[in-house]
Protein backbone atom coordinates (compact mmCIF):
# COMPACT_ATOMS: atom_id res chain seq x y z
CA UNK A 1 0.00 0.00 0.00
CA UNK A 2 2.67 2.68 0.87
CA UNK A 3 4.41 1.88 -2.40
CA UNK A 4 0.82 2.44 -4.26
CA UNK A 5 0.96 5.87 -2.55
CA UNK A 6 3.99 6.78 -2.90
CA UNK A 7 2.91 6.49 -7.00
CA UNK A 8 -0.35 7.95 -6.53
CA UNK A 9 1.18 10.46 -4.84
CA UNK A 10 3.66 11.66 -7.21
CA UNK A 11 1.48 11.32 -10.10
CA UNK A 12 -1.30 13.68 -8.05
CA UNK A 13 1.52 16.20 -7.29
CA UNK A 14 2.58 16.09 -10.95
CA UNK A 15 -1.24 16.82 -12.38
CA UNK A 16 -2.22 19.37 -9.39
CA UNK A 17 1.15 21.32 -10.08
CA UNK A 18 1.25 21.86 -13.70
CA UNK A 19 -2.27 23.99 -13.27
CA UNK A 20 -0.85 25.77 -10.42
CA UNK A 21 2.09 26.59 -12.62
CA UNK A 22 -0.30 28.00 -15.49
CA UNK A 23 -2.34 30.02 -12.99
CA UNK A 24 0.71 31.48 -11.91
CA UNK A 25 2.01 32.48 -15.21
CA UNK A 26 -1.31 33.92 -16.13
CA UNK A 27 -1.25 36.05 -13.17
CA UNK A 28 2.19 37.36 -13.98
CA UNK A 29 1.70 38.27 -17.22
CA UNK A 30 -1.81 40.07 -16.62
CA UNK A 31 -1.39 41.63 -13.27
CA UNK A 32 2.67 41.68 -12.41
CA UNK A 33 1.87 39.17 -9.29
CA UNK A 34 4.89 36.83 -8.48
CA UNK A 35 5.82 34.01 -11.02
CA UNK A 36 7.26 31.35 -7.81
CA UNK A 37 9.32 29.05 -10.41
CA UNK A 38 11.36 31.47 -12.09
CA UNK A 39 11.81 33.33 -8.36
CA UNK A 40 13.15 30.05 -7.03
CA UNK A 41 15.55 29.24 -9.67
CA UNK A 42 16.88 33.19 -9.16
CA UNK A 43 17.06 32.00 -5.51
CA UNK A 44 19.16 28.90 -5.97
CA UNK A 45 21.53 30.48 -8.56
CA UNK A 46 22.50 32.96 -6.01
CA UNK A 47 23.24 30.96 -3.03
CA UNK A 48 24.55 27.60 -4.91
CA UNK A 49 28.29 27.39 -4.71
CA UNK A 50 30.00 28.41 -7.65
CA UNK A 51 30.92 25.90 -9.09
CA UNK A 52 28.03 23.80 -9.48
CA UNK A 53 26.53 27.26 -11.02
CA UNK A 54 29.28 27.41 -13.50
CA UNK A 55 29.10 23.66 -13.73
CA UNK A 56 25.46 24.37 -14.63
CA UNK A 57 25.94 26.59 -17.40
CA UNK A 58 29.23 25.35 -19.11
CA UNK A 59 26.59 22.02 -19.39
CA UNK A 60 23.67 23.62 -20.78
CA UNK A 61 25.97 26.21 -23.06
CA UNK A 62 27.64 22.62 -24.44
CA UNK A 63 24.02 21.03 -25.08
CA UNK A 64 22.82 23.85 -27.11
CA UNK A 65 26.00 23.61 -29.07
CA UNK A 66 25.35 20.27 -29.54
CA UNK A 67 22.27 20.67 -30.40
CA UNK A 68 23.00 23.25 -32.95
CA UNK A 69 21.04 25.92 -31.31
CA UNK A 70 21.98 29.29 -30.94
CA UNK A 71 23.35 30.18 -27.38
CA UNK A 72 22.53 33.83 -28.01
CA UNK A 73 18.68 33.33 -29.23
CA UNK A 74 18.27 30.39 -26.51
CA UNK A 75 20.38 30.37 -23.41
CA UNK A 76 17.55 32.40 -21.18
CA UNK A 77 14.72 29.92 -22.90
CA UNK A 78 16.45 27.20 -21.46
CA UNK A 79 16.68 28.68 -18.32
CA UNK A 80 13.38 29.22 -17.81
CA UNK A 81 12.25 25.80 -18.99
CA UNK A 82 14.93 24.79 -16.30
CA UNK A 83 12.81 26.91 -13.58
CA UNK A 84 9.99 25.91 -14.47
CA UNK A 85 10.73 21.85 -14.54
CA UNK A 86 12.41 22.51 -10.98
CA UNK A 87 9.10 24.01 -9.22
CA UNK A 88 7.26 21.19 -10.94
CA UNK A 89 9.43 18.48 -9.57
CA UNK A 90 9.62 19.99 -6.39
CA UNK A 91 5.21 19.82 -6.29
CA UNK A 92 5.96 15.73 -7.80
CA UNK A 93 8.33 15.27 -4.54
CA UNK A 94 5.41 16.96 -1.95
CA UNK A 95 2.73 15.00 -3.55
CA UNK A 96 4.32 11.46 -3.30
CA UNK A 97 5.81 12.84 0.73
CA UNK A 98 2.26 13.83 1.61
CA UNK A 99 0.76 10.31 0.43
CA UNK A 100 3.62 8.47 1.82
CA UNK A 101 3.47 10.42 5.48
CA UNK A 102 -0.19 9.96 5.58
CA UNK A 103 -0.36 6.49 5.10
CA UNK A 104 2.76 5.68 7.61
CA UNK A 105 1.09 7.60 10.11
CA UNK A 106 -2.48 6.61 9.47
CA UNK A 107 -3.16 10.73 9.63
CA UNK A 108 -6.72 11.73 9.19
CA UNK A 109 -6.55 13.30 5.17
CA UNK A 110 -9.05 16.21 5.89
CA UNK A 111 -9.33 19.65 5.81
CA UNK A 112 -6.20 20.14 8.55
CA UNK A 113 -3.90 17.71 6.39
CA UNK A 114 -4.44 19.56 3.13
CA UNK A 115 -3.65 23.15 5.26
CA UNK A 116 -0.61 21.21 6.84
CA UNK A 117 0.76 20.61 3.51
CA UNK A 118 0.10 23.57 1.97
CA UNK A 119 1.81 25.50 4.45
CA UNK A 120 4.77 23.53 4.34
CA UNK A 121 5.04 23.31 0.45
CA UNK A 122 4.08 27.01 0.27
CA UNK A 123 5.31 29.03 2.66
CA UNK A 124 8.76 28.81 1.91
CA UNK A 125 7.93 30.03 -1.46
CA UNK A 126 6.22 32.91 -0.86
CA UNK A 127 8.87 34.03 1.46
CA UNK A 128 11.75 33.46 -0.83
CA UNK A 129 9.40 35.06 -3.72
CA UNK A 130 9.17 37.99 -1.80
CA UNK A 131 12.54 38.31 -0.76
CA UNK A 132 14.09 38.01 -4.50
CA UNK A 133 10.83 38.29 -6.49
CA UNK A 134 10.41 41.36 -9.27
CA UNK A 135 6.57 41.76 -8.79
CA UNK A 136 5.85 45.58 -8.20
CA UNK A 137 2.49 44.20 -6.38
CA UNK A 138 1.89 45.72 -3.01
CA UNK A 139 4.01 42.86 -0.85
CA UNK A 140 0.21 41.68 1.07
CA UNK A 141 -1.48 41.00 -2.34
CA UNK A 142 1.42 38.81 -3.33
CA UNK A 143 1.13 37.40 0.04
CA UNK A 144 -2.48 36.88 -0.02
CA UNK A 145 -2.07 35.64 -3.81
CA UNK A 146 -0.11 33.12 -3.60
CA UNK A 147 -1.28 31.80 0.34
CA UNK A 148 -4.65 31.35 -1.71
CA UNK A 149 -3.05 29.54 -4.87
CA UNK A 150 -0.96 26.88 -2.29
CA UNK A 151 -3.71 26.28 -0.27
CA UNK A 152 -6.38 25.39 -2.97
CA UNK A 153 -3.37 22.87 -4.29
CA UNK A 154 -2.91 21.51 -0.72
CA UNK A 155 -6.45 20.92 0.03
CA UNK A 156 -6.87 19.35 -3.67
CA UNK A 157 -4.04 17.34 -2.52
CA UNK A 158 -5.59 15.96 0.43
CA UNK A 159 -8.83 15.38 -1.02
CA UNK A 160 -7.16 13.47 -3.86
CA UNK A 161 -5.75 11.32 -1.12
CA UNK A 162 -9.11 10.72 0.09
CA UNK A 163 -10.56 9.57 -3.22
CA UNK A 164 -7.85 7.07 -3.98
CA UNK A 165 -7.30 5.58 -0.78
CA UNK A 166 -9.53 2.66 -0.55
CA UNK A 167 -11.55 2.42 2.93
CA UNK A 168 -11.45 -0.37 5.25
CA UNK A 169 -14.85 -2.20 5.20
CA UNK A 170 -17.11 -1.61 8.41
CA UNK A 171 -18.94 -4.02 10.53
CA UNK A 172 -22.83 -3.51 9.90
CA UNK A 173 -24.45 -3.62 13.52
CA UNK A 174 -25.89 -7.48 14.61
CA UNK A 175 -25.12 -8.63 11.66
CA UNK A 176 -21.62 -10.59 10.12
CA UNK A 177 -21.90 -8.73 7.17
CA UNK A 178 -19.75 -6.05 6.20
CA UNK A 179 -20.25 -3.02 3.74
CA UNK A 180 -18.13 -1.27 1.80
CA UNK A 181 -18.44 2.71 1.02
CA UNK A 182 -18.73 3.14 -2.69
CA UNK A 183 -15.89 5.34 -3.91
CA UNK A 184 -15.35 6.19 -7.73
CA UNK A 185 -13.10 4.19 -9.55
CA UNK A 186 -9.74 5.50 -9.28
CA UNK A 187 -8.57 5.48 -12.85
CA UNK A 188 -11.91 7.01 -13.61
CA UNK A 189 -10.75 9.78 -10.89
CA UNK A 190 -7.54 10.17 -12.29
CA UNK A 191 -8.33 10.93 -15.28
CA UNK A 192 -11.24 13.26 -14.59
CA UNK A 193 -8.19 14.70 -12.27
CA UNK A 194 -5.56 15.12 -15.39
CA UNK A 195 -8.62 16.03 -18.18
CA UNK A 196 -9.18 19.74 -15.13
CA UNK A 197 -5.33 19.86 -15.09
CA UNK A 198 -4.71 20.04 -18.43
CA UNK A 199 -7.93 22.18 -19.42
CA UNK A 200 -6.40 24.84 -16.71
CA UNK A 201 -2.91 24.02 -17.33
CA UNK A 202 -3.20 24.68 -21.05
CA UNK A 203 -5.32 27.83 -20.57
CA UNK A 204 -3.35 29.72 -18.11
CA UNK A 205 0.08 28.77 -19.79
CA UNK A 206 -1.72 29.42 -23.06
CA UNK A 207 -3.22 32.58 -22.48
CA UNK A 208 -0.13 34.03 -20.70
CA UNK A 209 2.04 33.46 -23.63
CA UNK A 210 -0.09 35.08 -26.05
CA UNK A 211 0.06 38.08 -23.69
CA UNK A 212 4.00 37.50 -23.11
CA UNK A 213 4.23 37.50 -26.90
CA UNK A 214 2.17 39.92 -26.91
CA UNK A 215 4.59 42.16 -24.89
CA UNK A 216 7.45 41.06 -26.62
CA UNK A 217 5.99 42.37 -30.09
CA UNK A 218 4.99 45.99 -28.46
CA UNK A 219 8.97 45.95 -26.95
CA UNK A 220 10.49 44.59 -30.47
CA UNK A 221 8.02 47.55 -32.56
CA UNK A 222 9.72 49.81 -30.09
CA UNK A 223 13.03 48.81 -31.68
CA UNK A 224 11.89 49.16 -35.59
CA UNK A 225 11.90 53.14 -35.18
CA UNK A 226 15.99 52.28 -33.37
CA UNK A 227 18.66 53.75 -35.82
CA UNK A 228 20.32 50.19 -35.37
CA UNK A 229 17.20 49.05 -37.24
CA UNK A 230 17.48 51.95 -39.93
CA UNK A 231 21.26 50.95 -40.57
CA UNK A 232 20.55 47.51 -40.87
CA UNK A 233 17.99 48.30 -43.91
CA UNK A 234 20.32 50.52 -44.86
CA UNK A 235 18.57 53.89 -44.35
CA UNK A 236 19.97 56.06 -41.92
CA UNK A 237 23.60 56.33 -39.73
CA UNK A 238 26.47 57.27 -41.56
CA UNK A 239 29.42 55.12 -39.81
CA UNK A 240 32.91 55.95 -39.84
CA UNK A 241 33.86 53.53 -42.57
CA UNK A 242 31.04 54.03 -44.54
CA UNK A 243 33.76 54.27 -47.33
CA UNK A 244 36.39 51.95 -47.04
CA UNK A 245 36.58 49.57 -50.10
CA UNK A 246 36.65 46.93 -48.22
CA UNK A 247 32.81 44.93 -48.61
CA UNK A 248 31.74 42.02 -46.36
CA UNK A 249 31.23 38.71 -47.36
CA UNK A 250 28.02 37.89 -47.83
CA UNK A 251 26.46 35.96 -44.96
CA UNK A 252 28.78 37.77 -42.06
CA UNK A 253 26.65 39.03 -39.14
CA UNK A 254 26.15 42.35 -39.53
CA UNK A 255 28.67 45.10 -38.65
CA UNK A 256 26.55 46.99 -36.39
CA UNK A 257 24.53 44.68 -34.65
CA UNK A 258 20.44 45.86 -34.35
CA UNK A 259 19.56 45.83 -30.92
CA UNK A 260 16.70 43.31 -31.13
CA UNK A 261 19.89 40.70 -32.09
CA UNK A 262 22.08 41.71 -29.58
CA UNK A 263 22.97 38.87 -27.06
CA UNK A 264 21.64 39.52 -23.19
CA UNK A 265 23.39 37.53 -20.72
CA UNK A 266 21.70 38.38 -16.91
CA UNK A 267 21.86 36.83 -13.54
CA UNK A 268 18.37 36.41 -13.31
CA UNK A 269 15.50 34.44 -15.74
CA UNK A 270 14.37 37.67 -16.66
CA UNK A 271 15.65 41.07 -17.37
CA UNK A 272 15.49 43.43 -14.01
CA UNK A 273 12.86 46.18 -14.60
CA UNK A 274 13.37 49.81 -12.67
CA UNK A 275 11.41 52.66 -12.84
CA UNK A 276 13.58 55.61 -14.57
CA UNK A 277 11.22 58.37 -13.09
CA UNK A 278 12.11 57.05 -9.46
CA UNK A 279 15.46 55.93 -9.55
CA UNK A 280 18.43 57.51 -8.21
CA UNK A 281 21.92 56.48 -8.30
CA UNK A 282 23.57 57.25 -4.82
CA UNK A 283 27.50 58.02 -4.80
CA UNK A 284 28.94 57.77 -1.19
CA UNK A 285 31.66 56.33 0.77
CA UNK A 286 35.04 58.11 0.90
CA UNK A 287 33.71 61.01 -1.10
CA UNK A 288 33.90 64.76 -0.02
CA UNK A 289 30.77 65.37 -1.67
CA UNK A 290 28.58 62.76 -2.09
CA UNK A 291 25.77 62.71 -4.81
CA UNK A 292 22.80 61.61 -5.19
CA UNK A 293 22.20 61.39 -9.33
CA UNK A 294 18.53 60.89 -11.46
CA UNK A 295 19.36 59.63 -15.18
CA UNK A 296 18.80 63.56 -16.07
CA UNK A 297 21.36 64.91 -14.09
CA UNK A 298 23.38 62.54 -15.18
CA UNK A 299 22.14 63.61 -19.21
CA UNK A 300 22.11 67.14 -18.51
CA UNK A 301 25.07 68.05 -15.77
CA UNK A 302 27.82 65.83 -17.77
CA UNK A 303 29.11 66.03 -21.30
CA UNK A 304 28.07 63.60 -23.52
CA UNK A 305 30.36 60.88 -24.99
CA UNK A 306 29.39 57.96 -28.01
CA UNK A 307 31.41 54.80 -28.59
CA UNK A 308 31.18 52.27 -30.83
CA UNK A 309 31.57 49.29 -28.73
CA UNK A 310 31.80 45.62 -29.31
CA UNK A 311 31.30 43.45 -26.13
CA UNK A 312 31.50 39.95 -25.41
CA UNK A 313 30.48 38.00 -22.96
CA UNK A 314 32.85 34.93 -21.06
CA UNK A 315 31.16 32.04 -21.37
CA UNK A 316 31.07 32.14 -25.32
CA UNK A 317 33.04 29.74 -26.92
CA UNK A 318 35.62 30.31 -30.05
CA UNK A 319 32.94 31.51 -32.77
CA UNK A 320 30.62 32.52 -30.05
CA UNK A 321 27.13 34.16 -30.84
CA UNK A 322 27.52 36.09 -27.36
CA UNK A 323 28.74 38.96 -28.96
CA UNK A 324 27.60 42.53 -30.69
CA UNK A 325 28.48 45.85 -31.44
CA UNK A 326 26.65 49.05 -30.92
CA UNK A 327 26.93 52.72 -30.69
CA UNK A 328 27.02 53.33 -26.45
CA UNK A 329 26.11 56.99 -25.24
CA UNK A 330 27.27 58.08 -21.56
CA UNK A 331 29.01 59.97 -19.11
CA UNK A 332 33.32 59.61 -18.34
CA UNK A 333 33.32 58.19 -14.75
CA UNK A 334 36.38 60.59 -14.38
CA UNK A 335 33.85 63.48 -14.85
CA UNK A 336 31.71 62.09 -11.91
CA UNK A 337 34.47 61.10 -9.51
CA UNK A 338 35.81 64.15 -9.79
CA UNK A 339 32.75 66.40 -8.63
CA UNK A 340 31.95 63.74 -5.69
CA UNK A 341 35.77 64.47 -4.69
CA UNK A 342 37.46 61.09 -3.79
CA UNK A 343 39.33 61.38 -1.03
CA UNK A 344 43.29 60.22 -1.72
CA UNK A 345 43.21 56.87 0.30
CA UNK A 346 40.39 55.69 -1.47
CA UNK A 347 41.46 52.88 -4.15
CA UNK A 348 38.21 51.03 -5.36
CA UNK A 349 34.19 51.23 -6.50
CA UNK A 350 31.66 48.69 -5.66
CA UNK A 351 28.90 49.10 -7.96
CA UNK A 352 25.57 47.31 -6.76
CA UNK A 353 22.86 46.45 -9.44
CA UNK A 354 18.94 46.13 -8.85
CA UNK A 355 19.27 42.41 -10.01
CA UNK A 356 21.81 41.63 -7.21
CA UNK A 357 25.05 41.49 -8.76
CA UNK A 358 28.10 43.69 -8.15
CA UNK A 359 31.27 44.73 -9.45
CA UNK A 360 34.26 46.32 -8.01
CA UNK A 361 36.45 48.66 -10.30
CA UNK A 362 39.72 49.81 -9.44
CA UNK A 363 40.12 53.70 -9.34
CA UNK A 364 43.48 53.68 -10.69
CA UNK A 365 42.21 51.93 -14.05
CA UNK A 366 39.21 54.55 -14.10
CA UNK A 367 41.88 57.63 -14.11
CA UNK A 368 44.07 55.99 -16.45
CA UNK A 369 41.15 55.52 -19.02
CA UNK A 370 38.43 58.44 -19.92
CA UNK A 371 36.65 56.17 -21.95
CA UNK A 372 35.28 53.92 -19.00
CA UNK A 373 31.61 55.79 -18.97
CA UNK A 374 28.82 55.18 -17.15
CA UNK A 375 26.30 54.34 -19.90
CA UNK A 376 22.51 55.54 -20.36
CA UNK A 377 22.06 55.09 -24.36
CA UNK A 378 22.36 52.53 -27.03
CA UNK A 379 21.73 53.67 -30.20
CA UNK A 380 20.65 56.65 -29.36
CA UNK A 381 18.11 55.73 -27.16
CA UNK A 382 17.20 55.21 -23.31
CA UNK A 383 18.72 51.49 -22.78
CA UNK A 384 16.49 48.88 -23.32
CA UNK A 385 15.42 46.80 -20.27
CA UNK A 386 17.20 44.31 -21.09
CA UNK A 387 20.45 45.73 -21.57
CA UNK A 388 20.57 47.46 -18.14
CA UNK A 389 18.09 50.56 -18.11
CA UNK A 390 18.28 52.86 -16.51
CA UNK A 391 22.53 53.04 -16.00
CA UNK A 392 25.01 50.69 -16.89
CA UNK A 393 29.02 51.07 -16.75
CA UNK A 394 31.32 50.58 -19.96
CA UNK A 395 34.69 49.26 -19.44
CA UNK A 396 36.99 48.76 -22.64
CA UNK A 397 39.03 45.56 -23.34
CA UNK A 398 37.03 43.43 -20.53
CA UNK A 399 34.47 40.48 -20.84
CA UNK A 400 30.66 41.70 -20.17
CA UNK A 401 31.15 39.73 -16.83
CA UNK A 402 32.73 42.81 -15.45
CA UNK A 403 30.71 45.32 -16.43
CA UNK A 404 27.09 45.60 -14.07
CA UNK A 405 23.95 46.86 -15.76
CA UNK A 406 20.94 48.19 -13.94
CA UNK A 407 23.17 49.59 -11.30
CA UNK A 408 21.65 51.17 -8.30
CA UNK A 409 24.36 52.33 -6.14
CA UNK A 410 28.41 53.23 -6.26
CA UNK A 411 30.58 53.12 -3.08
CA UNK A 412 33.98 54.71 -2.91
CA UNK A 413 36.20 52.65 -0.50
CA UNK A 414 39.62 51.01 -0.17
CA UNK A 415 38.85 47.77 0.78
CA UNK A 416 38.73 45.25 -2.75
CA UNK A 417 35.92 42.87 -2.54
CA UNK A 418 35.58 40.12 -5.23
CA UNK A 419 32.90 40.89 -7.79
CA UNK A 420 29.83 38.41 -8.39
CA UNK A 421 31.37 36.17 -10.51
CA UNK A 422 35.19 36.28 -9.62
CA UNK A 423 33.70 34.85 -6.77
CA UNK A 424 32.79 32.10 -8.28
CA UNK A 425 35.82 31.47 -9.82
CA UNK A 426 36.10 33.05 -12.95
CA UNK A 427 39.08 35.57 -14.11
CA UNK A 428 39.21 38.41 -11.71
CA UNK A 429 40.79 40.49 -14.59
CA UNK A 430 38.81 39.05 -17.41
CA UNK A 431 40.87 40.80 -20.31
CA UNK A 432 39.10 40.29 -23.48
CA UNK A 433 40.93 37.29 -25.94
CA UNK A 434 41.64 37.92 -29.11
CA UNK A 435 39.49 35.38 -31.64
CA UNK A 436 38.40 35.32 -35.06
CA UNK A 437 35.65 33.64 -35.81
CA UNK A 438 34.69 32.55 -40.14
CA UNK A 439 31.06 33.35 -40.39
CA UNK A 440 30.41 32.29 -43.92
CA UNK A 441 31.66 30.65 -46.90
CA UNK A 442 29.65 32.65 -49.35
CA UNK A 443 29.05 29.49 -52.10
CA UNK A 444 25.99 30.92 -53.69
CA UNK A 445 27.81 34.45 -54.16
CA UNK A 446 30.75 32.58 -56.64
CA UNK A 447 32.94 36.29 -58.05
CA UNK A 448 33.84 35.51 -61.82
CA UNK A 449 37.28 36.72 -62.14
CA UNK A 450 38.23 35.72 -66.10
CA UNK A 451 38.86 31.72 -66.06
CA UNK A 452 39.02 31.99 -62.34
CA UNK A 453 36.28 31.75 -59.54
CA UNK A 454 36.38 32.87 -56.27
CA UNK A 455 35.05 32.47 -53.40
CA UNK A 456 33.96 35.03 -50.50
CA UNK A 457 34.87 34.02 -47.09
CA UNK A 458 34.25 36.71 -44.51
CA UNK A 459 34.10 36.81 -40.34
CA UNK A 460 34.92 38.94 -37.63
CA UNK A 461 38.10 39.45 -35.20
CA UNK A 462 38.00 40.96 -32.09
CA UNK A 463 40.58 41.91 -29.62
CA UNK A 464 38.82 44.51 -27.10
CA UNK A 465 40.77 47.69 -27.30
CA UNK A 466 43.92 46.26 -28.83
CA UNK A 467 43.43 46.70 -32.12
CA UNK A 468 43.62 43.75 -35.17
CA UNK A 469 46.47 43.80 -37.95
CA UNK A 470 46.03 40.85 -39.68
CA UNK A 471 43.86 38.15 -39.92
CA UNK A 472 44.37 34.88 -42.07
CA UNK A 473 42.88 31.98 -43.80
CA UNK A 474 44.06 28.36 -44.40
CA UNK A 475 41.99 25.96 -46.07
CA UNK A 476 42.72 22.28 -45.70
CA UNK A 477 45.93 22.61 -44.13
CA UNK A 478 47.36 24.56 -46.75
CA UNK A 479 49.38 27.79 -46.36
CA UNK A 480 48.16 30.76 -44.34
CA UNK A 481 46.72 33.41 -46.80
CA UNK A 482 46.19 36.97 -45.64
CA UNK A 483 42.44 38.19 -45.73
CA UNK A 484 41.54 42.12 -46.57
CA UNK A 485 40.58 44.15 -43.03
CA UNK A 486 37.60 46.57 -43.43
CA UNK A 487 37.88 49.51 -41.48
CA UNK A 488 37.02 48.85 -37.62
CA UNK A 489 34.09 51.49 -36.68
CA UNK A 490 36.44 51.89 -33.67
CA UNK A 491 39.37 51.09 -31.89
CA UNK A 492 37.04 49.02 -29.64
CA UNK A 493 34.63 47.27 -32.58
CA UNK A 494 35.52 44.09 -33.75
CA UNK A 495 37.20 44.51 -37.83
CA UNK A 496 35.30 42.62 -40.58
CA UNK A 497 37.80 40.73 -42.79
CA UNK A 498 37.06 39.23 -46.24
CA UNK A 499 39.33 36.71 -48.16
CA UNK A 500 38.25 35.79 -51.65
CA UNK A 501 39.25 31.35 -52.09
CA UNK A 502 39.81 30.22 -55.45
CA UNK A 503 37.37 27.80 -55.95
CA UNK A 504 37.53 23.96 -55.91
CA UNK A 505 35.44 21.42 -55.59
CA UNK A 506 34.67 19.19 -52.87
CA UNK A 507 35.00 18.86 -48.94
CA UNK A 508 36.93 21.79 -47.45
CA UNK A 509 37.91 23.11 -43.78
CA UNK A 510 38.50 26.81 -43.47
CA UNK A 511 40.67 27.99 -40.73
CA UNK A 512 41.33 31.64 -39.24
CA UNK A 513 43.71 33.24 -37.12
CA UNK A 514 44.79 36.99 -36.43
CA UNK A 515 46.90 39.01 -35.04
CA UNK A 516 46.52 42.29 -32.36
CA UNK A 517 47.43 45.48 -33.55
CA UNK A 518 51.12 45.34 -32.36
CA UNK A 519 51.61 42.11 -34.04
CA UNK A 520 50.98 40.26 -30.84
CA UNK A 521 49.44 36.68 -32.28
CA UNK A 522 46.41 35.39 -30.94
CA UNK A 523 46.41 32.06 -28.93
CA UNK A 524 46.07 28.79 -30.98
CA UNK A 525 45.87 26.48 -28.58
CA UNK A 526 42.63 25.17 -26.87
CA UNK A 527 41.59 26.51 -23.85
CA UNK A 528 38.11 26.56 -22.30
CA UNK A 529 36.01 29.18 -21.95
CA UNK A 530 36.36 28.95 -18.01
CA UNK A 531 38.11 30.78 -16.21
CA UNK A 532 39.61 33.33 -18.53
CA UNK A 533 37.71 33.24 -21.85
CA UNK A 534 38.15 30.98 -24.47
CA UNK A 535 40.64 30.64 -26.86
CA UNK A 536 41.45 28.30 -29.93
CA UNK A 537 41.33 28.44 -34.33
CA UNK A 538 38.00 28.60 -35.31
CA UNK A 539 36.87 26.24 -37.91
CA UNK A 540 34.33 26.58 -40.86
CA UNK A 541 33.23 23.07 -42.81
CA UNK A 542 31.86 23.27 -46.56
CA UNK A 543 30.80 20.85 -49.18
CA UNK A 544 31.21 22.70 -52.41
Not at 39 to 48: A, P
Not at 210 to 238: F, I, K, P, W
Not at 285 to 297: H, I, S
Not at 513 to 538: L, V
Request: charged share 20%; aromatic share 10%.
Amino acid sequence: MKKLNLGNGALVGALLTAPLIGVMYLAAQVAGLPFVPFDLFDWLTRVLPGPLITFGIDLMIDTMLWLGASVADTAKTAEQIMAVLQFFVGGVIAGAIFFGVVTARKIKSDFIAGIVIAALFGMPFITLSLAVGQSTVPPLLQILWLALLFLAWGLALSLAYRRLTPVEPEATAGTDETRSVERMNRRQFLVRLGAASAVITVAGAGVGAVLARTEQRRQEQALEDSAAHQAETGDALSFPNANDPVMTAPGTRPEYTPIKDHYQVFIRTEPTEIDGAGWVLPITGMVDNPLMLTLDDIKDKYEARDQYVTISCISGRVGTSLIGTTQWTGVSLQKVLAEVQVRPEARYLHINSGDGFYETVDLDLIAADERIMLCYAWDGHDLPVGHGFPLRIWIPDRYGMKQPKWITGIEVTDEYKEGYWVERNWDEVAQVKTTSVIDTVAVNAVIENGEQKLVPVGGIAFSGDRGISQVEVRVDGGDWQEAKLRSPLSETTWVIWRYDWPFAEGEHTFEVRCAEGDGTPQIEETHANRPSGATGIDSYEESI
